[in-house]
């Protein structure tokens, strides 16, 4: 599976933005699509994760209420529907496949890394 993130920008504190994942190849029901971010100087923090079959969804407690994730049951591509946008939230967001089920907070077992989108968040 490779993935394709996109949909990054420049906004305003309080706006809204909505970042897609693009998968190629099949999806197998045991994956997750999880979400990931990495601002400057500090280390790659989870997002969020959408579970294929069942689609659960799990996020960080800096995110919860505030961003939403989902997928296109017609396709393979993830959305995560960020709103209420703070400075804080400005990092590159990247979106990547667990092939197993783990713990779907751990990068380390996720894969197929996707090259991430710049968001922006001004004061």
Known sequence: VQLQACGGGLVQAGDSLRLSCA????????????????????????VGAIRWSGS??????????????????AGNTVYLQMNSLKPEDTAIYYCAVQYYVGIVSNAATYGSWG?????TVSS
């Open 23 to 46: 998968a190629s190849g099949r999806i197998f029901s045991s994956y997750t699509i999880g979400w990931f971010r990495q601002a400057p100087g500090k280390e790659r923090e989870f």
């Open 56 to 73: 659960n969804t799990y996020y960080a407690d800096s995110v919860k209420g505030r961003f939403t994730i989902s997928r296109d049951n």
């Open 115 to 119: 090259q991430g989108t710049q968001v």
